[in-house]
């Protein structure tokens, strides 16, 4: 079994099969990850392996088109493209940007 502990929403620590995908064990745990196309192309699962990097997979090509050398260096993935083959991981992620309060209607002149 592998453990995933989600720093950036509640800090939960959850359980689940080795060799599991980041992505799907966040939400099906419910664990806080965002994500919008599951496939790699979005760019919306940009996470950071806080600890335990040692136990993810190889990183996928399509993890380059949004992610530098430098990132990958200081633990960054792409949540939907990284299994956790064994072990612990800790994993944050940049706050969602707020959108601005959508202005009143006026009337129409
Ligand atoms: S959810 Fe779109 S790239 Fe991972």
Redesign the pocket.
Known sequence: MISVTFISSDGRTVSAEDNSNL?RVSIREKGGIP???????????RCRIEQGIENTDAIKP?ERK?LTEADFAAGWR????TFVVQGAVSVSWPPRPTTPAPRPIGPVA
Request: proline share 0%; with cysteine; glycine share 22%.
């Open positions: 992505l994500f919008k196309c599951g496939g790699g192309l979005c760019g919306t699962c399509k949004h792409m949540a939907c493209q």
